[in-house]
């Protein structure tokens, strides 16, 4: 097996580098999962602006790790490129671990992301998080122009396949004989001890649920879009699991989509801006995402409005003790052993009034 748990610094990969803390009376720590909204009105300098504040605010209320998800051709997200994203996130912060969630593996050459991530980890030392997909982030035939080819296999041996080589590539342990043995990924191990970002596997589905536990590997779970596959897909991790390096335990964390907001109505509000957004990307037509006035104003037909109560049913929305009954529920029901939470809304205000009120729900340090 390839030493997935292998640690340039000190061997196996420290538990703190996965285990997060919880802060006040959280039941399991707090994270934030960015997806660098660009709403109507907004560009996506805003955005990326917004993601700063947002990870200053994460970092001083004490949440454990901010990530962002790599998405592409889609006007209102402005996050293509994570490792870019991270950079910048990681000289504006000091102590709050920054990651991918994820980024997407069949989109890349693993070496490339061995060098990137390596070069992270030497901006930031034990601060970066490597989470990995599988999915193409996008619709196939952006996927196709991404990868230069039509074949978007994901599954099968080609994803672990992946993984290996990638894992190598960050361990530098090529066996002789293998034709990248004499291929370092830089920074890296060979230019002496240093440290190398965990690697996590993210999934809406069973499949990387069933490697992660079997490689021991921390295991991030989309509920926010794949809730009634929530469950299952922890409990198969959890059964699939073998101790590794990494891990002696499962850790699985589940990404939620939560908006708080001073009243019910406000929350209201800015929800339906994100399900408005959500229905124009399912039916082929993603733009930025709507102002509130823009999504309280929209006529859905009887197929929408399905689609929009089902994604509202699994948004935990409302006002600031609303949202913390609701994920405290949430973990109770999932035993996740973290909750990243994404704020979707139109506005740079709304997300952090949001983050800001859960900190406050749950007695987060001020400072």
């Known amino acids: 097996m390839y030493p997935y748990g292998t640690n340039w610094r000190s061997g196996p990969v420290d538990v703190d580098d996965i285990r997060g803390t919880a802060f006040g009376s959280a039941p399991v720590p707090l994270s934030v999962l960015d997806l660098v909204t660009v709403g109507s009105g907004y560009t996506a300098s805003t955005a990326l602006r917004t993601s700063v504040e947002i ?68 901006l930031a030392p034990g601060r970066i998080d490597l989470g990995l997909g599988r999915a193409p982030g996008t619709d196939g035939a952006t996927a196709a122009a991404l990868r230069r080819t039509d074949h978007l296999n994901e599954g099968g041996e080609e994803f672990p396949r992946q993984l290996a080589e990638l894992t190598r590539f ?44 079997m490689l021991g590997l921390p295991f991030a779970f989309a509920h926010h879009f794949s809730a009634a596959n929530t469950v299952p897909a922890l409990d198969l991790y959890r059964e699939s699991f073998r101790p590794s390096a990494v891990l002696a335990a499962p850790y699985a964390l589940i990404g939620v989509s939560a908006l708080a907001a ?69 973990q109770k029901r999932t035993g996740a052993d973290e909750l990243m939470l994404t704020a979707n809304a139109h506005g740079p205000e709304a997300r952090l009034r949001s983050y800001e009120l859960i900190a406050d729900a749950y007695g987060a340090p001020a400072a």
Do not use: C, K
């Not at 190398?196 to 596997?201: A, H, Q, V």
């Not at 993210?202 to 992660?212: E, I």
């Open 55 to 122: 990870a200053r605010l994460a970092e001083r209320r004490g949440f454990t790790r901010h990530w962002v998800a790599e998405h592409h051709s889609m006007p209102g997200v402005a996050s293509s490129s994570p490792a870019v994203i991270l950079a910048h996130l990681a000289a504006h912060t000091e102590r709050i671990r920054l990651g991918s969630g994820g980024v997407m593996l069949p989109n890349h050459a693993p070496l490339v992301i061995a060098e990137q991530f390596g070069t992270l980890e030497a």
């Open 170 to 213: 960050l361990d530098d342990d090529f066996p002789d004989g293998h034709p990248y043995a004499r291929i370092h990924a830089v920074p890296g191990p060979v230019q002496g001890p240093t440290g190398r970002p965990p690697i996590w596997l993210l999934g809406s589905s069973g499949f990387s649920a069933r490697l992660a536990g």
């Open 262 to 330: 001073d009243t019910e109505e406000e929350a209201r509000r800015q929800t339906l801006t994100n399900a408005l957004s959500m229905v124009r990307l399912r039916t082929g037509r993603p733009g930025l995402v709507p102002t509130p006035e823009e999504a309280a104003a929209h006529s859905f037909s009887a197929l929408e409005r399905e689609f929009v109560d089902g994604w509202l049913a699994n948004v935990v929305s409302g006002t600031a003790e609303e949202v913390r009954e609701g994920l405290d529920a949430l």
